[in-house]
């Protein structure tokens, strides 16, 4: 191409843009070839009437990345271009933000807490908007929810974090605001949010009201003593009635209806007067930057090229970039390459101050080298370790096996970093003859474990094999040469297929837990006889108004962990919520009950269920299994045994082809010849044949259909 033609493209191409777009950032990676090429083209004199640009290179602080940064005579003050965020800002709003100037007095750290789709996320919306952190558009809808998961399923799974910039009575204040999920699965992460808060935003539906997990964040946040600013939400709504709400609250937590204030996240309705009591009622944190530096880790991510990312909230002193920092936890010493505030997106500092809240970057390899609930402190100054957080009990375990064993080492990989962003998952190694090397993984519900399934094949690409839910059960050992290799008397079993026989066993014990049911009044002769079914026992019933009842109920937890909650919301037509919490074991006559398909045993299905029901948990997954399993050319027979005994059978016919059709008649041996020759055939392929099951369905055959 010669060089009049290059110029004209370069013409034609470039006017268009430059004339609407009032600078243009090239991030140049190889400067001497792609320098050279920009200012060949810019020396013309076509170029330089057209575009009326100026050019000036400017070096990214440590960054080998160089900018050409092109702009009209008439602009004053030059965009930055920011590669990491893909966001514009301008220098001066970098340099604006000293937070030096913030101390203690002027910070308030807080988190908005409440039952699941009560609009914590929208509200939060807002408060950014409100506090300029981001632009005012319709398409700000939960802004702070940016995983593919929660964005597809619509709920919060992860607590995220923003600080806000706030003027109040002349005076600026940093507002550290923390959204939490509220789903019961995810109650670790408002555990975790809380002990970095002084103070909570109870958010409250105007027309649902209390519901189950709103009590049981509340009391999260009563037991942390932290102050509590009751938000009714939705009152836009046409079957709004926040006066219902507020005699609610009143009622069962004992805050004055006067303190609760009514808004509308969607519309902003009121919304600044919650800004406004964040600041009047919420404590500011207590610390000084006098002190030694001293931060708790209570969130933490993994990137490819910057290692682990680490939220902390500074208890203490102060960080600067380039300081050395040790970790309490492996005793490992660190330099700073990087800090800042999230608002919501990473947004550089030169310093953390004491009481603040925000991300740092230490060159952190490893995954294992950022445990949450860590304490971060300066190399010559040490100091006592923070006490963290109490570690997640598991509810529901799941056997994760890679699609082929040559996938083993990424998913491994991919579960490190998985779990040090999920710090509730617990995780051990376990393997199986049919299935090869993987995981036993702990999860706080069956929500949980979907969730964590799809974010490994979204954001790591892993296809893996999860084998049926169970819930952690124990077993007292009669046999004196068990007890010496469990090195205890009492073990805890996991895994089904390590249940141990009756005969070497004395008492065998449940997990329960405690239920708490909301519903309205209408709906509770359903519910009663739901609970009855799933062997509840009734502890407490109470009238909170005229309308709504609460209900708790004593469950065994493996009655309630796959679809439990499914059916309460279908018979209460989505009114009912529940929340349940630990309640110890208990004795029980359990038995193991295996699954085979023409007689080979599916390890991954195998279950423990209670003597009682196993005849009729046997026979529907059985049922569901026929459903679930595609039909091949041969017969297949689904069967339920307890030990030797086939308590249950299902029956897949085969694909049959007519063998008879070419047949007009004639004696009647020269068909059953063909009728004997096709079952010989089939006879053989079965004996070949290989079943598969399909993913989904370890999940589909222990969904029950009882309504």
Same mark, same amino acid.
């Given at each position: ?7 004209t493209?370069?013409? /034609?191409?470039t ?17 001497n ?22 050019m ?35 220098q001066?709003?970098?340099?604006a ?7 203690a ?7 908005i ?5 009560h ?15 981001i ?37 600026q ?17 408002v ?29 999260l946040a009563?037991?942390a ?8 939400n ?16 009143e ?12 808004i ?6 009121n ?6 009591a964040?600041v ?23 990137n ?50 004491a ?12 995954v294992?080298e ?13 100091v ?21 064993q040559?996938?083993y ?12 962003n ?6 051990q190694?376990?393997?199986?003859l ?5 995981w ?13 399934n799809q974010?490994?094949?979204q ?18 050992l009669?046999?004196?040469k ?32 405690l ?12 519910i ?49 919520s ?8 208990q ?20 279950t ?67 009728? /004997?020759?096709?079952?010989e055939?089939?006879?053989k ?10 993913k989904?369905?370890?999940i ?5 259909t009882? /309504?």
């Amino acid at each position: 191409m010669h060089g009049a033609e290059f110029r004209t493209i370069f013409l /034609k191409k470039t006017y268009f843009l430059i004339r609407f777009i009032p600078a243009v950032v090239i991030l140049v990676q190889y400067r001497n070839m792609t320098l050279c090429l920009v200012k060949r083209c810019s020396e013309t004199p076509q170029i330089r009437r057209v575009l009326q640009y100026k050019m000036s290179l400017r070096n990214i602080q440590n960054d080998k990345t160089t900018h050409i940064l092109f702009r009209h005579r008439w602009m004053k003050r030059l965009p930055v271009f920011s590669s990491s965020h893909l966001m514009f800002s301008t220098q001066a709003d970098k340099d604006a933000i000293d937070l030096s100037k913030f101390s203690a007095d002027k910070i308030r750290n807080f988190c908005i807490i409440a039952h699941i789709d009560h609009g914590k996320s929208t509200l939060a919306d807002r408060l950014l908007e409100m506090t300029g952190a981001i632009a005012k558009t319709e398409k700000n809808k939960q802004v702070l929810d940016k995983l593919q998961v929660e964005r597809e399923r619509g709920i919060t799974v992860k607590a995220q974090t923003a600080s806000l910039f706030y003027s109040h009575q002349g005076q600026q204040y940093l507002l550290n605001l923390i959204d939490t999920p509220g789903h019961v699965d995810f109650s670790y992460e408002v555990s975790r949010s809380i002990s970095a808060c002084q103070g909570v935003l109870l958010i409250v539906d105007a027309n649902q009201g209390v519901q189950a997990q709103t009590v049981a964040n509340f009391y999260l946040a009563f037991e942390a003593q932290l102050a509590i600013i009751p938000v009714i939400n939705k009152i836009d709504l046409k079957n709004a009635d926040p006066e219902r709400v507020e005699s609610q609250i009143e009622k069962m937590f004992d805050i004055p209806r006067e303190e609760c204030i009514k808004i509308s996240a969607k519309n902003g309705t009121n919304v600044e007067k919650v800004l406004q009591a964040v600041v009047n009622r919420i404590p500011p944190p207590v610390a000084s930057i006098d002190d030694p530096f001293k931060a708790l880790v209570f969130d933490s991510n993994f990137n490819h090229y910057r290692g682990v990312v680490a939220n902390i909230a500074v208890f203490g002193g102060r960080v600067r970039k380039g300081d050395r920092i040790v970790s309490a936890y492996l005793g490992k010493s660190y330099e700073v390459n990087e800090l800042g505030l999230l608002r919501p997106d990473e947004h550089q500092t030169q310093a953390l101050f004491a009481g603040q809240v925000g991300y740092i970057i230490a060159g952190m390899k490893d995954v294992k080298e950022a445990q949450i609930g860590d304490t971060l402190y300066q190399q010559e100054r040490p100091v006592d370790a923070l006490p963290g957080f109490k570690p997640a009990r598991a509810m529901v375990f799941a056997g994760m096996f890679p699609m082929d064993q040559s996938e083993y080492q990424g998913l491994r990989s991919a579960i490190e970093r998985l779990t040090l962003n999920d710090s509730s998952v617990t995780v051990q190694r376990d393997s199986s003859l049919a299935l090869g090397a993987g995981w036993r993984l702990g999860f706080l519900g069956l929500l949980h474990m979907e969730v964590f399934n799809q974010r490994l094949e979204q954001e790591y690409n892993a296809s893996v094999i999860v084998t049926a839910p169970t819930v952690p059960y124990k077993a007292t050992l009669s046999s004196t040469k068990l007890i010496k290799v469990h090195g205890s008397e009492e073990i805890t079993i996991v895994n089904p297929a390590q249940f141990p026989d009756r005969s070497v066993v004395s008492e065998y014990m449940e997990p329960m837990v405690l239920g708490t049911i909301l519903t309205p009044e209408t709906y509770t002769g359903k519910i009663m006889s739901l609970c009855l079914d799933r062997r509840a026992v009734q502890k407490n019933i109470t009238y909170i108004d005229d309308q709504r009842v609460m209900m708790k109920y004593l469950f065994p937890l493996n009655e309630i962990v796959v679809d439990f909650y499914d059916l309460l919301k279908s018979l209460s037509s989505g009114y009912a919520s529940f929340d349940y919490e630990n309640a110890g074991h208990q004795a029980a006559d359990l038995i193991k009950m295996d699954i085979l398909l023409n007689g080979r045993p599916v390890e991954e299905l195998t279950t423990i269920v209670h003597r009682d029901r196993a005849y009729l948990a046997g026979k529907a997954m059985c049922v569901r299994l026929k459903d679930s399993i595609p039909r091949q050319m041969f017969e297949i027979a689904v069967q339920a045994a307890i030990g030797s005994k086939v308590i249950a059978r299902e029956t897949i016919k085969a694909y049959r082809k007519n063998v008879l059709a070419k047949c007009y008649g004639g004696d009647i041996t020269r068909k059953m010849k063909l009728l /004997k020759k096709q079952a010989e055939g089939k006879k053989k392929m079965r004996l070949i044949g290989s079943v598969e099951v399909p993913k989904d369905a370890f999940i589909n055959v222990l969904k029950r259909t009882d /309504k």
